[in-house]
């Protein structure tokens, strides 16, 4: 069975710098997805970015960037320039590709906190 | 488009009572899936529905069933409610062959 870790329970950045988070994960799948969803105080799960695992480029959106490590099934998250609408908990999560649904595989979080 | 919607929002039930939650996908999507979200065990898949069908499913008791209807609106039901059924349900939806999830606001249930 796949897992995801975020050893990370809690982050915190200073408005307008840049931080990371990290996530690694354990399949023996070659090819599946990697997602970071950010869930805010609302609760509203929204999609952050996604990767591909058969793409060798790190995926980008705007502020957001990953850097994918598949040898050591690492993928980690990228926030340059933190505003503080940044702040929630964030998800790393795992899909497998082919087919076998659409069932998601989550880590535990990471909190977000955004100093101004 | 409008995003997913589940109803209802906030539930309080008693131990033993049974519940039902609903939630409407994004018009055109046919997979929905369901998620348990609680403090201590985090983010778990219950199951997953496409096209009136459960295609994959977790690891929760019997207790929990769910179903789809032909409009794709998808029900889930927890039987038998237990202290810690209390939890933030979700629901997601997908089109297919698209490997995005939309997730709804979340079915708050406090068992009593």
């Known amino acids: 069975a796949q897992t995801v870790t975020q050893s990370q329970p809690e982050m915190s950045v200073q408005e307008a710098e840049t931080v990371t988070l990290s996530c690694t994960y354990d399949t023996s799948e070659s090819d599946y997805y990697l997602f970071w969803y950010k869930q805010p105080p609302s609760r509203q799960m929204i999609l952050v970015i996604r990767?591909?695992?058969?793409?060798?480029q790190n995926a980008t959106e705007n502020r957001f960037s990953v850097n994918f490590q598949k040898a050591a099934k690492s993928f980690s998250l990228k926030i340059s320039d933190s505003q503080l609408g940044d702040a929630a908990m964030y998800f790393c999560a795992y899909r497998s590709s082919g087919g076998y649904g659409n069932k998601l595989v989550f880590g535990a979080g990471t909190i977000l906190r955004v100093k101004s | 488009k409008a995003g997913v919607t589940q109803t209802p929002r906030y539930l309080i039930k008693t131990r033993g009572q049974q519940v039902t939650l609903s939630c409407s996908p994004i018009?055109?999507?046919?997979?929905v899936s369901w998620y348990q979200q609680t403090p201590g065990q985090g983010l778990q898949f219950l199951f997953e529905?496409?096209?009136?069908?459960?295609?994959n499913k977790g690891n929760f008791p019997g207790r929990f069933s769910g179903r789809q209807f032909s409009n794709s609106r998808s029900e889930m039901n927890v039987s038998t409610l237990e202290l810690g059924d209390s939890a933030l349900y979700l629901c997601?939806?997908?089109?297919?062959?698209?490997?995005?999830?939309?997730f709804g606001p979340g079915t708050r249930l406090t068992v009593l």
């Open positions: 990767q591909e695992a058969y793409k060798q």
């Open positions: 018009s055109g999507h046919r997979s």
């Open positions: 997601a939806s997908s089109s297919t062959g698209n490997n995005e999830q939309f």
């Open positions: 529905y496409f096209s009136e069908t459960q295609r």
